[in-house]
């Protein structure tokens, strides 16, 4: 067994590829052996996968830029590894009345079909064998569901669900194009008050003859990449002042843009700010030490004079006044103190200002006591 492991380890480091299963959205990886009968036009292959790897019959896989549809998957003779028979989808189940939007499928009899340009089949009587996952998609159709494939109009005349295969037997009908409008939905953005190095999220939600399509394939735009990008996530990064206009794109369906927003950088504030220790209540014969500094454009200044001054005393009279005093310790920092027991219940404002400057920091304080 260790030489099998060995052998089969040295092949997936070696040949492996990246698979993605469609329906889930998981990856494991896994290599490959073709078929090498070249009398069939059938993309068949052997995959080889560890046992641990999300496969199961009737998976729909995704890697090359193509779809496989697991036809088996072998009972497995050891614990390294099972192999899967797959095949190359060659059709997709888009219904008029869009219950099941862009569905791949294997047309097991398309192949050996007469064909016209490529596109328009000739098919004696009339019917064609498709499989499909049988999953959440594939449940949703009806027999009598309409759709158009090949440059023909069919029509589900059976299904029916054998080991996580979907069976779809589809009629010919007589052609009918139905009509899609496409169109896309896009989330506000702020168009204003938007500065560089600001960021945001452009959403857009995909519509076909307003039934909500949740996997549609969307691109994004900047009209100006200096003032902002946008990644294919719709991820925003404005970076300079200007106007730019994002633009979504559903590949040749529709195509949607935001309107203007503008990118100012906010103007340089140079006023003058104050900052003071809160202080709720002082207990009289009970100094408190405060800080204080001022800011100008919110950066600190200490180079800017802060004065003091006590107003609204609930008693004014100058012999209650005189209690009250500030002491500036020259650290950016005060003694406030208040003497006597006759100031007990009384209340003051305690502003800091600067002259000369539209700034103040104001704060009622109660007088307490500490017994």
């Known amino acids: 067994m260790n030489v099998l492991n060995d052998v089969f380890n040295r092949a997936m480091a070696r040949e492996h590829k990246t698979v993605t299963v469609r329906t889930s959205g998981e990856e494991f990886n896994a290599f490959f052996r073709k078929n090498a009968d070249t009398t069939t036009r059938k993309d068949t292959m052997v995959m080889f996968y560890g046992i641990d790897a999300p496969v199961s019959v009737g998976s729909l896989l995704c890697f090359g830029g193509n779809t496989y549809l697991v036809l088996n998957k072998e009972t497995a003779e050891n614990t390294v590894y099972y192999k899967s028979a797959i095949i190359r989808t060659n059709g997709a189940i ?12 294997y047309g097991a009899d398309v192949n050996n079909d007469n064909t016209t340009g490529n596109t328009h089949l000739t098919i004696i009587d009339g019917n064609v064998d498709v499989m499909t996952e049988d999953n959440a998609d594939s449940r949703n159709l009806q027999i009598g569901d309409k759709l158009n494939e090949w440059g023909r109009t069919w029509s589900i005349s059976n299904l029916f669900y054998v080991d996580g295969i979907c069976h779809v037997v589809l009629e010919v009908e007589q052609d009918e194009t139905p009509i899609y409008n496409y169109r896309l939905e896009l ?28 996997d549609a ?6 009209s100006n990449n200096d003032v902002a990008t946008i990644s294919a996530e719709g991820e925003i ?8 206009i994002f633009t979504a794109t559903w590949g040749d ?8 927003v503008t990118v100012v950088t906010a103007p340089v504030d140079d006023g003058v ?14 100094p408190e030490t405060l800080r204080y500094y001022a800011t100008r454009g919110g950066v600190r200044d200490d180079s800017i004079p802060v004065l003091f001054r006590i107003e609204n005393l609930s008693n004014p009279a100058p012999a209650y006044q005189k ?19 006759v100031m007990y219940q009384k209340s003051f404002d305690l502003v800091a200002y600067v002259d000369g400057e539209d700034a103040e920091n104001r704060q009622r304080i109660k007088i307490d006591s500490l017994f």
């Open 187 to 214: 989330s506000n953005l702020n168009s204003y008050n938007v500065q560089p190095e600001d960021t945001d999220t452009l959403t857009v939600t995909a519509y076909i003859n307003n039934v909500r399509v949740d």
């Open 217 to 222: 394939a969307i691109t994004f735009s900047s």
């Open 94 to 105: 888009t219904t008029h009345n869009l219950s099941v939007i862009d569905l791949p499928f």
């Open 237 to 244: 990064v404005y970076l300079a002042d200007g106007s730019v």
């Open 253 to 260: 369906y529709a195509t949607a843009e935001t309107a203007s």
């Open 323 to 341: 209690r009250i005093t500030i002491t500036d310790n020259g650290d950016h920092t005060i003694e406030l103190a208040v003497n006597g027991s």
């Open 273 to 286: 700010a104050i900052y003071v220790d809160p202080l709720e209540a002082i207990c009289y014969d009970f």
